[in-house]
């Protein structure tokens, strides 16, 4: 080529490059900014399902005692409540069971952990359930290990003779088939029921968790 047709391509301004890197940032940038929205409009729905849910949580109805309670029965030296459950279609001449709960529990809790009132309905017999007061006892348990509560004729231990009287005399039972049964302090109770008013109870079933000395020399005095 000749030397002269070298200036024009000399002379001409060159050319500027695409500016491919430019090119290849757009692209990510954009399929991101898309992906983002896409999880943006997902975050958004589940949130708004959550809170529906924490919103309108599930209704449960609280289940219903089998036990009614007695509000006058006695004296009631021992300032017990007095709860019972007498089953549909009781045979006449019926058994008859006094249920004392443990510490920290009430009536309704036992009879709801133990199935005392299932019980009764299957097989007939009736209930009593004697319940300590948080004025006697913070705890609920009931007061075996005091003198006067303890005692033939005072305190709770009458209180809970005098619920036997009552059931006598409202209902039609067997006086050769009462029996007492309790746990933890409410089996101590028991123990000591046995021992003051050994006339009354055919029997007991004691799981009292606590030394006990089978016949208190209070108790019979």
């Given at each position: 080529m000749p030397q002269g047709s070298l200036v024009p391509h000399l002379n001409r301004p060159a050319s500027k490059a695409p500016n491919r890197s430019g090119i290849r940032l757009k692209l990510p940038i954009a399929r991101l900014l898309k992906a983002?929205?896409?999880?943006?409009k997902t975050l958004r729905s589940v949130t708004a399902t959550s809170r529906k849910l924490i919103v309108k949580p599930?209704?449960?109805k609280p289940k219903k005692s089998r036990l009614t309670e007695v509000n006058s029965f006695g004296s009631n030296p021992g300032n017990l409540r007095m709860l019972t459950y007498v089953p549909p279609l009781l045979p006449a001449r019926a058994p008859l069971v006094v249920v004392l709960h443990g510490c920290l529990q009430t009536a309704r809790d036992y009879d709801e952990g133990s199935g005392w009132s299932l019980l009764a309905k299957r097989h007939g017999f009736l209930l009593v359930?004697?319940?300590q007061s948080r004025a006697n006892n913070p705890n609920h348990c009931f007061n075996w290990f005091q003198p006067h509560d303890a005692r033939r004729g005072s305190g709770e231990a009458l209180s809970i003779r005098q619920m036997v009287t009552r059931m006598r005399r409202t209902h039609s039972i067997d006086p050769a088939r009462i029996f007492i049964t309790g746990l933890s302090a409410g089996g101590a109770m028991a123990?000591?029921?046995l021992a003051t008013y050994p006339e009354v109870f055919a029997g007991a079933g004691s799981s009292p968790d606590c030394p006990l000395a089978?016949?208190?020399a209070y108790a019979m005095s």
């Open positions: 983002q929205r896409r999880w943006e599930r209704k449960t359930y004697a319940e123990s000591v029921m089978p016949r208190p």
